[in-house]
C-alpha cells in the first residue's frame, strides 16, 4: 500500500481499508469452540497481551483464559482486532459508526488522526495452544495457572520448555 494511499487520484472512490492481523485459523477455532462447536477431548488455552485501560498504563496487560470461560458477553467476535481506517477525501464517505465494535481510525479537520476504541477486550498478540487428548481441559486450566502464575507451589511440572508442550 503506498504511502499517502487515500491522497492519491483514485483513491476517491475508496471509502476505506479494513485491516486485521487477527483473523487466523486460530481466531476460528477459539470462537467455534465458544460457540460449542470443539471436539470431544479438545480444549484451547490463549494467552497473550491486551490493552491495558488503567489511565496511567504503560505496558499493556497480560492474560490467559481457557477458552470458553469468558462470560457470554465477553465472548470473543469478528470485531475483536479489526481496524478501520475511514478515507476522508472519498467521494463517498464512510460513517466511523459503520462498523460497530471495530477500532477506527479518521484524519481530522486539523489534521490529527482521530480513533474510536470500543472500551472492550483488546489484545494485541495472543497464542492459542490446543490440546486434542486426554485431560485436555486440566491441561488447559493447568497452563492457564501456569502463565498467570497462579500454580500452587507444589504443583507437578507438566511442561517440558517455556512453550506448552505437555509432560506425559
Known amino acids: 500500500m503506498p504511502s499517502g494511499l487515500f491522497r492519491q487520484p483514485e483513491a476517491v472512490n475508496l471509502a476505506g481499508v479494513l485491516f486485521s492481523n487477527s483473523h487466523t485459523a486460530s481466531k476460528f477455532n477459539r470462537i467455534g469452540t465458544e460457540q460449542g462447536l470443539a471436539a470431544v477431548g479438545t480444549a484451547l488455552t490463549r494467552f497473550g497481551t491486551c490493552y491495558n485501560f488503567a489511565p496511567d498504563a504503560t505496558e499493556p496487560d497480560f492474560f490467559a483464559y481457557v477458552v470458553g470461560d469468558r462470560p457470554d458477553e465477553d465472548e470473543e467476535t469478528f470485531e475483536e482486532g479489526l481496524h478501520l481506517f475511514v478515507n476522508p477525501w472519498a467521494a463517498v464517505p464512510l460513517s466511523t459508526n459503520a462498523l460497530p465494535g471495530v477500532t477506527t481510525y479518521k484524519l481530522g479537520e486539523s489534521g490529527v488522526l482521530g480513533f474510536t476504541f470500543p472500551v ?19 491441561l488447559a486450566r493447568y497452563l492457564q495457572l501456569k502463565l498467570l502464575g497462579r500454580l500452587p507451589p507444589d504443583a507437578p511440572e507438566l511442561f517440558d520448555t517455556e512453550e506448552p508442550t505437555p509432560n506425559l
Do not use: C, D, I
Open 120 to 138: 472492550s477486550f483488546r489484545p494485541f498478540a495472543s497464542k492459542t495452544v490446543v490440546f486434542e487428548q486426554e485431560g485436555a481441559e486440566m
